[in-house]
């Protein structure tokens, strides 16, 4: 039998051409998400009408790490399948999923995803294996109120982690509990955000040798300059507060209440400063990050598992550019605008060229939010390098986390002891990358 497979599992039966072809996919909202779950149901409904000869079989949840292995190695996982971009070019050296290469020129709208979105889900060779939905990365947040009692001009974040710390200064010096730039250091976060500043100034987490195998490559100049920056505005400036040990929900929160002026983050932290804690989009911005040499990135898409056929591919190729398609979005919008639902952050978006300029036509449309507050940022997108996480992302963070919290509580903290003692831990976890 015909298969597109790129090993890994055994070939479905082919469905005769033309005749009727059922895959199942996830992403389905909960019954608790009333909205989403309604608006996806529609969604089939729709495309099932369209396409007399498809059914869609869909399921709930996306990507569990805690199960996802076990639905593999137990042939539970759907036909396509929701994945992380971290995860993509795991499954691609493993033969866990399919090759659909072959079946894109069918669907041109694939042609103006942005090429390194489709890198993540390509091989060496070129071939494909997935399609991204959904893309995030980095910026400078920052309080706008605060910006302007300060005497700075919100409309001009900084570009430099120079600039960075002489705003922190000003703000800082407002008093009453406000915090010029705050920072992570608990819960993964510290290094998460840590890689994200690394990444900034041009520095690697980590890295593979000439022979394929993954190193720390933080304890550098690179690495010792982001952390002297922090030891600097937390001990000699006074510009982060002396509360330490955050997480991610203290910053949301300061930054919410008006007692934080600036921290590293995306789009996503934005929206739940609004809708969790009751901020409001007005009083923020978002600029690049600052050092510009690369930010830390990250999102989502969809995958096909190995050994399916051809038509399913075909199948799911259709169910996916449908959901996705740049010539829905201005619907999509004005049904989010109608439902009160933020439109006109600058990013999730995957697109280039003409299928991105619909995407901005409908964002300036539909926006319900003040867009200009976040062109600084969405001025930078395509400019700056965008990175993923590296290998083992969360046990990294959690390494890094002990040196993020060494630098932030403890005046004498040896910087370069650190970062070797972190090295060699990380160089244990990078060890265990196959």
Not at 67 to 89: H, M, N, P, W
Not at 126 to 153: C, F, I, M, Q, T
Not at 197 to 220: M, Q, T
Request: glycine residues 12%.
């Amino acid at each position: 039998m015909a298969c597109a497979a790129c090993g890994g599992g055994a070939a479905e039966p082919a469905a005769s051409a033309g005749g009727p072809v059922t895959i199942t996919v996830n992403g389905l909202p909960p019954a608790t998400d009333e909205y989403n779950r309604a608006v996806f149901e529609a969604d089939v409904k729709a495309f099932e009408a369209g396409n007399p000869n498809i059914k869609i079989d869909a399921k709930e949840g996306f990507m569990d790490p805690q199960t996802f292995s076990a639905k593999i190695a137990g042939g539970q996982l759907e036909d396509v399948f929701y994945v992380y971009l971290t995860d993509a070019q795991n499954l691609i050296a493993k033969r866990q999923v399919s090759d659909i290469s072959p079946h894109l020129s069918g669907f041109p709208v694939t042609k103006d995803y942005k090429p390194g979105l489709m890198q993540v889900f390509s091989d060496q060779a070129g071939k494909v294996y997935g399609l991204p939905d959904d893309n995030y990365s980095l910026g400078l947040l920052y309080n706008r109120k605060l910006y302007e009692k300060a005497g700075l001009d919100p409309d001009r974040p900084p570009v430099t982690w120079a600039e960075v710390r002489e705003n922190a200064k000003k703000i800082s010096a407002l008093g009453g509990g406000v915090v010029g730039y705050g920072d992570y250091s608990k819960s993964n976060t510290g290094g998460w955000h840590f890689t994200a500043e690394l990444y900034s100034v041009g520095g690697d987490v980590a890295v593979r040798d000439g022979g394929g195998a993954w190193k720390a490559a933080f304890n550098d100049d690179k690495g010792r300059q982001v952390l002297q920056q922090l030891k600097d505005m937390r001990w000699t400036d006074d510009s982060m507060g002396r509360r330490q040990l955050l997480e991610y929900d203290d910053l949301v929160k300061l930054m919410a209440t008006e007692k934080l002026g600036q921290q590293i983050g995306s789009t996503g932290d934005l929206t739940n400063t609004v809708t969790r804690f009751k901020g409001t989009y007005d009083d923020y911005g978002m600029g690049p990050i600052p050092g510009g040499q690369g930010t830390l990135g990250g999102g989502s898409g969809y995958m096909f598992k190995a050994g399916l056929s051809p038509e399913k591919i075909k199948a799911g190729l259709a169910w996916l550019t449908f959901k996705k398609n740049p010539d829905r979005i201005d619907a999509d919008n004005q049904r989010s605008a109608a439902k009160g639902l933020p439109v006109g952050l600058p990013e999730p978006n995957v697109w280039t060229g003409g299928s991105e300029q619909k995407q901005l036509a409908a964002t300036k449309k539909h926006a319900t939010i003040p867009t200009e507050n976040f062109k600084p940022f969405a001025d930078a997108l395509g400019r700056i390098p965008v990175k993923l996480e590296p290998p083992n992302a969360q046990q990294i963070y959690a390494a890094l986390d002990t040196v993020m919290q060494k630098v932030l509580t403890d005046r004498d903290a040896d910087i370069a002891q650190l970062l070797a003692d972190a090295e060699t831990q990380v160089n244990q976890i990078l060890a265990t990358v196959k």
